[in-house]
């Protein structure tokens, strides 16, 4: 996937294998050396919680990009899967959600840059302690040049609206500003990115590993990858990439520290707030396909079918069973993050 705005984008599609070590399933605590860490903990343990006996909304997106160059097979049947799901599984209503998807008749219903952000301010709209909003993204996601200096890779994730060749991409400053930051303590949010380059595609400055620790050393990764990517580029005689790569590693490691904890500032949520995402934001996630579900996202089947097969599990545990679920088959790797400190060993509920 293309980080220029205006880019032709390829088919999302399923990724060759690939040899990742596995991981172990387990439990981890969240507390930390770092006294700043000590303290957001603190204070996330005072914060109430979502109750989830208020409202219930979901948005539901699934854009196939139909008649274009980089149209997809599984998004709009992921929304149906998803609804299924939801209806099925965690008691929501069909007339508290908004669909959307490319093959409606209904133009309040297509996935446009207008209905999208216009659908994620009614989803967060008037919201209150103990009620429980869900939102899902299946198709295309991008990166572009990060401008307002809040990124430690320097690029911002964005999603794509069917007419985002027109319309423009909505970036996640943009979903952190509209389904984040409202809302109130007690009030809870569950997104679900299944799209590329969706790592943190809400912001969310809290990272989380399948043992339920939160991830300290984003920025020593990024700095690392980097300088990886540079003697890659270098031992394949690319000397101008191999600088380029070297000076970003440079930066990220004087300048990333100062921008993580800025992000915690301006991006964290004193609502539970909780994203899963297909991958990580240096990767692509997969348009495929299942016998029994037919065209599919793989991120989007992997999280229905490890909920449906047991609905009492922890959050980091189905971090790790969805990993599992996709490990061996697909160049990605879900992530788990959130808009406030929490204890990922509590049971996944919305």
């Known amino acids: ?79 149906h899967n998803i609804k299924s799901f939801l209806i099925d599984c965690f008691s929501f209503r069909e007339c ?79 979903m952190n500003d509209i389904m984040v930051r409202p809302l109130p303590q007690g009030c809870r949010l569950t997104a679900i990115f299944d799209s590329c380059h969706s790592g943190t595609a809400l912001d969310l400055p809290f990272v989380y590993d399948q043992y339920g620790r939160l991830v300290q050393n984003q920025v020593a990764e990024l700095a690392t990858q980097s300088i990886m990517k540079a003697g890659m580029s270098y031992l394949s005689g690319d000397v101008l990439s191999a600088s380029k790569s070297i000076f970003s590693g440079l930066k990220t490691a004087v300048t990333g520290s100062k921008i993580q904890e800025r992000q915690k500032q301006l991006k964290s949520s004193m609502g539970d707030v909780i994203m899963f995402s297909g991958c990580e934001d240096s990767q692509t996630s997969a348009d495929t396909y299942n016998y029994a579900v037919g065209n599919t996202g793989a991120m989007s089947h992997a999280l229905i079918s490890v909920l449906r097969s047991n609905h009492r599990q922890t959050y980091s545990q189905v971090l790790t069973n969805v990993r599992q679920f996709l490990r061996g088959k697909y160049r990605q790797t879900p992530q788990l993050s959130s808009g406030r400190l929490m204890d990922m060993n509590q049971v996944f509920t919305m």
């Not at 070590?21 to 343990?45: C, E, F």
């Not at 219930?56 to 196939?64: C, F, H, P």
């Not at 219903?109 to 207008?114: G, H």
Request: net charge negative; charged share 20%; aromatic share 6%.
């Open 1 to 79: 996937m293309g980080s220029d705005s205006q880019a032709s984008l390829p088919p999302r599609r399923p990724l060759r294998p690939t040899g990742n070590p596995s991981l172990t399933p387990g439990g981890g605590s969240l507390a930390s050396s770092s006294p700043q860490v000590n303290s957001l903990y603190q204070q996330a343990g005072q914060v109430q919680q979502s109750q989830l006996t208020g409202r219930r909304r979901a948005l539901l997106i699934g854009i196939n990009y139909i008649g274009q160059t980089s149209a997809l097979k599984g998004c709009i049947n992921d929304v």
């Open 96 to 174: 508290d959600m908004v669909i959307l998807t490319d093959d409606s008749k209904d133009p309040r219903s297509l996935p446009t840059r207008a209905n999208l952000t216009r659908a994620m301010h009614w989803l967060v709209s008037d919201a209150r302690p103990n009620d429980s909003y869900f939102f899902h993204f299946s198709g295309h996601g991008s990166q572009v040049v990060d401008t307002s200096g809040d990124e430690i890779d320097g690029y911002d994730e964005t999603i794509l609206p069917v007419d985002y060749k027109t319309a423009g991409q909505i970036t996640d400053d943009e």
